[in-house]
């Protein structure tokens, strides 16, 4: 659906023959795009290779919620990565909305882009007063945030089955895909190469730099910086191995009528709740309601989800009524177990930050700028996580299973007997 909906791409070709340059950027999603639009920008000579399309990963695929922050509450995030980074990464990812719609602004991005906030749904008394928690937690570090309880939640939603919610104003919302694009066209303009379906195979040092080859080409570069997050592929199948594959779906009814658009979340907000396997609601530009929710669509999973959401609607948007769901899709989030990034010098002059955990539009914005500039002045000081090695998770096809037979299980039960 965002590929229908938003502007055309640029036409990319695969690369050929061989090429020398600064810094070769490998993943054509937010971390990757915004490394190469500040590397180009900063003067650097650099190159983009991404194995399919622009978008193909979780930037083409996500709900295109721009929150602040991780998705654990600020004190959990501090406590997890300890003192030294806590702080600054609570930090830094609490701003990221503001350089994602500076870069929108700056670039003349068309990517249906809102800035009026999130809302995070209590499903559950509990889950209002964790909103309760991560209320006081952002608030105690300056950030705009204002819980309403069910009264005032219900007509900001459009919807009665909440006990309230978190209006977290720094978020936003865009069209991901055409944010993506815009980023694309931006980071050429500034003077950067970006080659579509040029897949990295394989990669060897060689006297002082990479040598980087897909099926048609070769890339000498001084440095590399990999971003393939949740879809590694290629040469970087191995890297699947250091994350949990937890997939989320979404599906898109025809466009509302304007009377019961008006009525779902009427002040422009995107929204999720509280539930561990948590659901998703937004609008886009045309007015279709997109829900989303844990598990992937393919096979018989599509018919399973799509009765979810059906019931989903009928139960949380009334007003609605019966509709059709004309897009159904789903993607892959790279999760760890702490559910904390990934900062991981690989090599000489090869880096990567990774594991957003579900939260990519502005940390994959920072981290690609911050990357941009590690790999201009070598210092990792600003980045705001410790560097680790990279490590296999223990049993991580059993826990990626559990999580989707969890959320089929939870999808099959829910709004009959849950
Ligand atoms: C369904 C879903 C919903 C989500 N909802 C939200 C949300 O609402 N808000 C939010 O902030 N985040 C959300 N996320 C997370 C967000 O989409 C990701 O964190 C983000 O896309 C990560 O950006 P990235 O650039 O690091 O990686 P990606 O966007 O995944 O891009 C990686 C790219 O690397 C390419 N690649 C892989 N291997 C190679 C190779 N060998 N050679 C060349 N290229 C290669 C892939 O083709 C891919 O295009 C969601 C994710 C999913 C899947």
């Known amino acids: 659906m965002w590929k229908v909906t938003a502007p055309q791409p640029l036409l990319l070709r695969a690369l050929e023959g061989e090429i020398k340059t600064d810094v070769a950027v490998i993943g054509g999603g937010y971390t990757g795009l915004s490394a190469t639009l500040h590397l180009a920008e900063a003067g650097a000579n650099v190159v983009l290779l991404e194995a399919n399309e622009i978008g193909f990963g979780g930037a083409g695929r996500n709900v295109g919620l721009v929150n602040a922050g991780l998705w654990l509450m600020p004190e959990e995030v501090e406590k997890k990565v300890g003192p030294e980074y ?114 990295v195979i394989d990669y060897i040092r060689e006297s002082n730099a990479w040598r980087l080859s897909t099926p048609s080409g070769r890339i000498i570069a001084k440095s590399v910086i990999l971003a393939v997050q949740g879809y ?67 096979n018989l999973a599509y018919t399973l989800h799509e009765k979810w959401t059906h019931r989903t609607i009928k139960k949380v948007f009334p007003q609605v009524g019966p509709t059709t769901l004309e897009y159904g899709w789903s993607g892959r989030i790279a999760m760890t177990i702490d559910h904390i990034p990934r900062f991981h010098i690989l090599d000489n002059n090869m880096v990567t930050v990774t594991s957003y955990n579900g939260r990519g539009i502005g940390p994959g914005t920072v981290f690609g700028k911050l990357l941009a500039e590690y790999t201009l002045n070598g210092s990792e000081q600003d980045i705001p996580l410790p560097v680790t090695k990279q490590k296999n998770i223990y049993m991580r096809g059993l826990r990626g299973l559990f999580y989707e037979a969890g959320a089929r299980a939870y999808h099959v039960l829910q709004r009959r007997i849950l």
């Open 86 to 199: 806590g702080s600054r990464l609570v930090n830094v990812l609490g701003h990221s909305p503001d350089l994602v719609f500076k870069l929108i602004e700056k670039h003349g991005i068309q990517c249906e882009s809102i800035r009026k906030g999130t809302l995070h749904c209590a499903h559950s008394p509990g889950g209002y007063r964790a909103l309760q928690q991560r209320e006081a937690q952002w608030k105690d570090r300056g950030a705009s945030v204002k819980l309403f309880g069910r009264e005032e939640a219900a007509p900001k939603i459009g919807s009665e089955s909440f006990y309230g919610a978190l209006l977290d104003e720094r978020a936003g919302t865009v069209q991901p895909l055409a944010y993506a694009y815009g980023l694309a066209r931006a980071a050429q303009q500034a003077g950067a190469n970006l080659y579509g379906y040029s897949p």
């Open 232 to 298: 590694p592929e290629y040469a970087f199948e191995k890297n699947r191995k250091a994350i949990i594959p937890y997939n989320f779906f979404q599906f898109a009814t025809s466009p509302l009528p304007e009377k019961v658009r008006k009525t779902i979340l009427p002040g422009g907000q995107g929204a999720w709740d509280t539930n561990l396997i948590l659901s998703s609601y937004r609008l886009d530009q045309a007015g279709r309601l997109i829900v989303g929710s844990a598990g992937q669509v393919e």
